[in-house]
């Protein structure tokens, strides 16, 4: 089944550590987006991607970091000068040209 | 301000009701309009684009004004399954040098609570 896939669905970390999320596309799509949601928020853009190895930061990008190496994978990482990392983030994709943007289930990370 | 305002309710409704949500948006250079549904700890799913002329799926109307930057949802005939956070998400700015898309701004969405 075509679709966008994220692991881990829950993820636990303590204080000062690094930690990557997987997001993975088969919908061939060209551009990948990174978003966090926080409780009662919408939903706020923290890096984008519209081609292999190139992306740029969104509108809360710091603390975080992304790699592009290929056109189905967008992993994040949350570093540990994220402030309040605690947050459900979602990985969503669109095709070129268009607007609408698919979401995969997200991942729950909560630091403790 | 928000560029895009909602507000959140809950709106409790009993099955059968029709109820309307409205959402602003501040940017009038705003080019695309959607409604997305989102369930309880789920990611949002895309529940209809919006039309300058409104458009219509099934029991759901949207309607644009872009004159008083503002877009409206109609649900009737509420079910209890249409029980979700419904959020308004407009596209406020290009991308630079190419054609991958608008970015997206999305509401804080409004909660609809549909009752027995």
């Known amino acids: 089944d075509g679709g966008i896939t994220q692991s881990p669905k829950y993820l636990f970390r303590k204080e000062g550590q690094n930690v990557t999320l997987s997001c993975e596309q088969n919908?061939?799509?060209?551009?990948m987006y990174w978003y966090r949601q926080d409780p009662g928020q919408g939903l706020r853009l923290i890096y984008y991607?519209?081609?292999?190895?190139?992306?740029q930061k969104g509108d809360i990008a710091e603390g975080y970091s992304v790699s592009r190496e290929k056109k189905e994978s967008f992993p994040l990482t949350v570093t540990s000068a994220q402030k309040n990392p605690t947050a459900f983030y979602l990985c969503?994709?669109?095709?070129?040209?268009?607007?609408?943007?698919?979401f995969g289930p997200g991942t729950r990370l909560t630091v403790l | 301000r928000k560029e895009v305002e909602q507000d959140p309710g809950p709106f409790n409704v009993p099955e059968g009701a029709t109820v309307a949500f409205n959402c602003t948006y501040s940017?009038?250079?705003?080019?695309?309009f959607f409604w997305y549904r989102q369930d309880c700890r789920k990611e949002p799913k895309l529940l209809m684009s919006?039309?300058?002329s409104g458009n219509e799926d099934g029991r759901f109307t949207a309607q644009l004004n872009r004159a008083s930057q503002y877009i409206s949802l109609l649900i009737r005939d509420s079910k209890l399954s249409d029980s979700a956070t419904y959020l308004c998400?407009?596209?406020?700015?290009?991308?630079?040098?190419?054609?991958?898309?608008?970015?997206?701004?999305f509401g804080g969405g409004t909660r609809l609570m549909v009752k027995p």
């Open positions: 919908l061939n799509h060209d551009a």
């Open positions: 940017n009038s250079a705003s080019q695309s």
């Open positions: 919006v039309y300058s």
């Open positions: 998400v407009v596209t406020t700015r290009s991308f630079m040098n190419n054609n991958a898309g608008n970015m997206l701004t």
């Open positions: 969503a994709s669109s095709m070129e040209g268009t607007d609408t943007q698919y």
């Open positions: 991607s519209q081609i292999v190895n190139d992306f």
